[in-house]
C-alpha cells in the first residue's frame, strides 16, 4: 500500500457548513492540494449532494440550524451506498463527550475550528490516502473474483471435457496392454502401448485428483453420508484397479470376514481406494500380490491396502502426509506421480470422521490404513432407499461394459497379431 499513487484531481470532497466564510475558506485551502471541492451550506444539502456525487471524503460542521452534522452522520451511515465514506467532524465545541459521540456515531476523525491549514490538508491527505488504498482493494478484489471465476470455468471444462476422454483412452489401453502379447505387435509396438496406459492412467488420477482437491479447499464439496456395507464398497472400489494390477500381473486379495455396516459418503470412499490401490499397484513389482482387508473396532470401520513393494524409507515416511512438501517417487516400472493423491485421501478419510496411518519397511512393502466412523453427524446422513448401500455410476457401467466387450474380443480371438 506504500506505493499507492495519489492524484487529487481524481478525489472528491464535500464541505458541509453554514457559514459562508468558513466555506470559502475550506474551498480555497483543498483548491490549492487539487483536490475536487463540493459544497453544500445545510445538512438537508449535504445528504442531496452526497447521494448526487458520492465524494471520496465528508468534512462535516456539527452546529448547523437545519440538521445538525450528528442527524446527518445518521442518515449517511444508513444508506448502504453512502455509510463507507468517511467523515471528518468540524466542530467548534471541545467538549469530549461531543466529540466521542461523532466518533460513535462512525466519524472518522475531526478537525476543530478555527483549523490550522496544514492540520486540516494533513488528516484529509491521511484519510484520502485510507480511500485510495480502499479503492485498489475493491479493484484487486474484483480482479481475483475475475480469477475465481475463470478458475472454476477452466476446472468445469477439465470435469466435463477432459475427464470423460482420458477416462476412455485410460480403458482402452488398458485393454489393449492385457489383451495383446508382444508376439502378436511386436517389442516396439507393446512398449509404446504401455507407455500410453502409464500416461493415460496417471493424467486421469491427476485430473480426478485435483478436481476433488480443489473442491475441498474452496468449500465445495459436501459430504452425504449413506448407511452401507463397506466391505461392498471396497471391494467394488478397488476392482475399479483390476486391468491396472493385470497390466504388472498383479494378484489382489481380499481379507475380509463378512458386512460391517457404517455411514460414509461411499463417492469419498472409492476415491481414497481407487489412490491406495493406485499406489499399490505402483509400488509393487511385477508378479507381486495386493492384501485388502476390512475390520471394525466399537467406534469405526477399519480398512488396510498392503503391498509387498518397494517400501517408504524412514526419512521419506513423514514427507507423504505434510501439506508443506511435495513429495513424489517414480513406481517400479517408472510411472509418475502427482504427490497429491495421499494429501487428498487424508481430508475425505477425515471428513468420515476417520483418520490415515502408514507402515512401511523400506524394501518390504507398506500398509495404507483408513477408518471410518460408525456414528456421523445426522444432519448430514441420507438413508439409502433402495436398500442396495450404493449405486454404480454410468461411468462404472460403462467400465463394465467396455471389459465384457474386451473378454468376449479376446475369447473369440479376434485380435490378429
Not at 508376439?183 to 509396438?189: F, L, S, V, W
Not at 508378479?287 to 480398512?303: F, K, L, M, W, Y
Given at each position: 500500500m506504500k506505493n499507492i499513487a495519489i492524484n487529487p484531481e481524481d478525489y472528491t470532497i464535500l464541505a458541509v457548513d453554514d457559514i459562508a466564510t468558513n466555506i470559502m475558506?475550506?474551498?480555497?485551502?483543498?483548491?490549492r492540494a487539487k483536490y475536487k471541492i463540493v459544497t453544500a451550506s445545510g445538512g438537508n444539502e449535504a445528504l442531496e449532494k452526497a447521494a448526487t456525487e458520492l465524494p471520496d471524503l465528508i468534512l462535516l460542521d456539527i452546529m448547523m440550524p437545519d440538521m445538525d452534522g450528528y442527524e446527518v452522520i445518521k442518515h449517511l451511515k444508513a444508506d448502504p451506498a453512502l455509510q463507507d465514506i468517511p467523515v471528518i467532524f468540524l466542530t467548534a465545541l471541545h467538549n469530549p463527550e461531543d466529540i466521542v459521540k461523532g466518533f460513535k456515531l462512525g466519524a472518522s476523525d475531526y478537525v476543530s475550528k478555527p483549523f490550522n491549514h496544514e492540520e486540516l490538508i494533513t488528516r484529509v491527505s491521511h484519510h484520502i490516502y485510507l480511500a485510495a488504498a480502499q479503492r485498489t482493494i475493491m479493484q484487486q478484489r474484483d480482479e481475483l473474483q475475475a480469477t475465481v471465476d475463470a478458475r472454476d470455468k477452466m476446472y468445469s471444462v477439465i470435469a466435463h471435457d477432459l475427464r470423460s476422454p482420458i477416462g476412455t483412452l485410460k480403458m482402452v489401453f488398458n485393454m489393449l496392454s492385457i489383451n495383446l502379447t508382444q508376439?502378436?505387435?511386436?517389442?516396439?509396438?507393446m512398449e509404446m502401448i504401455t507407455m500410453g496406459n502409464n500416461i493415460t492412467e496417471s493424467t486421469f488420477m491427476l485430473l480426478d485428483n485435483l478436481l476433488k482437491w480443489t473442491k475441498s479447499q474452496i468449500g465445495r464439496m459436501n459430504t452425504v453420508f449413506q448407511e452401507v456395507d463397506i466391505s461392498e464398497v471396497v471391494v467394488f472400489a478397488s476392482k475399479m484397479s483390476d486391468l491396472v494390477?493385470?497390466?504388472?500381473?498383479?494378484?489382489?486379495?481380499?481379507?475380509?470376514?463378512?458386512?460391517?455396516?457404517?455411514?460414509?459418503?461411499?463417492d469419498m470412499v472409492k476415491t481414497i481406494m481407487r489412490n491406495l490401490m493406485s499406489n499399490a499397484i505402483k509400488y509393487s513389482n511385477?508378479?507381486?500380490?495386493?492384501?485388502?482387508?476390512?475390520?471394525?473396532?466399537?467406534?469405526?470401520?477399519?480398512?488396510?491396502?498392503?503391498?509387498f513393494g518397494t517400501g517408504i524409507s524412514e526419512e521419506n515416511l513423514?514427507?507423504?502426509?505434510?501439506?508443506?512438501?511435495?513429495?513424489?517417487?517414480?513406481?517400479?516400472?517408472?510411472?509418475?506421480?502427482?504427490?497429491?493423491?495421499?494429501?487428498?485421501?487424508?481430508?475425505?478419510?477425515?471428513?468420515?470422521?476417520?483418520?490415515?496411518?502408514?507402515?512401511?519397511?523400506?524394501?518390504?512393502?507398506?500398509?495404507?490404513?483408513?477408518?471410518?466412523a460408525k456414528v456421523q453427524?445426522?444432519?448430514?446422513?441420507?438413508?439409502?432407499?433402495?436398500?442396495?448401500?450404493?449405486?454404480?455410476s454410468l461411468s462404472d457401467?460403462?467400465?463394465?461394459s467396455l471389459t465384457a466387450f474386451f473378454r468376449v474380443e479376446k475369447a473369440e480371438e479376434t485380435i490378429s497379431p
Open positions: 475558506l475550506l474551498k480555497a485551502v483543498l483548491s508376439q502378436q505387435i511386436g517389442e516396439d509396438n494390477a493385470q497390466v504388472k500381473n498383479i494378484a489382489v486379495e481380499y481379507d475380509i470376514p463378512g458386512p460391517i455396516t457404517v455411514p460414509c459418503d461411499v511385477e508378479g507381486g500380490r495386493i492384501v485388502i482387508s476390512v475390520r471394525e473396532t466399537p467406534t469405526h470401520a477399519v480398512i488396510s491396502v498392503r503391498d513423514p514427507k507423504l502426509l505434510n501439506p508443506e512438501i511435495h513429495h513424489t517417487t517414480y513406481g517400479t516400472k517408472n510411472e509418475e506421480g502427482s504427490g497429491l493423491g495421499l494429501q487428498l485421501v487424508q481430508d475425505l478419510t477425515r471428513r468420515n470422521g476417520g483418520e490415515l496411518t502408514i507402515e512401511s519397511t523400506l524394501g518390504e512393502g507398506s500398509t495404507f490404513t483408513f477408518t471410518i453427524p445426522k444432519s448430514e446422513t441420507v438413508e439409502d432407499s433402495e436398500g442396495g448401500g450404493y449405486c454404480a457401467k460403462w467400465f463394465d
